[in-house]
């Protein structure tokens, strides 16, 4: 390796130990065992040789935010023994593309993705695991603007993805909502999205995966039950720009 690379590789083990530790004593917290808790590092807007350095120290979950630049990045890193998850807004014309290589997609909030998606995944022989966004910035009614179903429609949401062929219910997710009565209040979206996951998972017992809390947060979704946790500037550093 480089000289740079070593560097690199340093920094990164450097913060995913940090990372850890802030995981384990959370989980410690909250009575919960370390392994029920998954961390997913988003790798987005760093390049394939970043995520080919998590995959040396043991990372195997990453995700991305937008197709353009998750696909020539999974396509690079196709060698390496990693699940690929997809967290950012998605239009339509991206799903045959996503289903490629992502084998969860954290950000599905409406019907027509249900069905792009489920066509996409028949066509390329795949199975994708399906988290529904919700966005808790509003509690009836349409998406909010950072996309996402209201609570109010998760149930039926649910079934339409437990129905679509190439598609299987994983979960639920959200974003911490910088409006509405949970703005500034992570702890209190994130058990708010606990009542949603324990409500959806009684009419479908598989969808298991409670996907809350970035860098900024994940002691408050652990708190509240999360089990995978989307940690991004924490592992790799901060992103310029607002991504
Ligand atoms: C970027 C991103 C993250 C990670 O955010 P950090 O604050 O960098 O940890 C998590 N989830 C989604 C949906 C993202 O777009």
Known sequence: MSGSTTGRAAEL????????????????????A????????????????????LAGLG?????????QEAAPKADACADLPLTWHFVGQLQTNKARSVVRYADFVHSVDRPRLVGALSSAAEREGRRVGCLLQVALDRETGAA?????????????????????PGLWLAGVMTVAPLSGPYAGKPGAAFERLGEIATALRANHPA?????AGMSADLEEAVAA??????????????????R
């Open 34 to 53: 370390r392994e029920d808790v998954t961390l997913v590092v988003v790798t987005k807007t760093y390049p394939a040789d970043d995520v080919r350095l």
């Open 144 to 164: 909010g603007r950072r996309g996402g179903v209201a609570p109010d429609a998760v149930g039926e949401l649910a079934d339409e993805v437990a129905a679509a």
């Open 13 to 32: 083990a450097a913060n995913l130990a940090r990372v850890e530790e802030r995981i384990t004593r959370a989980c410690v917290t909250a009575g919960r």
């Open 59 to 67: 990372v195997r979950q990453v995700a991305e935010n937008r197709d």
């Open 207 to 211: 969808a298991t995966m409670v996907s």
């Open 225 to 242: 039950g999360a089990t995978h946790v989307r940690i991004g500037s924490a592992v790799l550093g901060v992103r310029p720009g607002l």
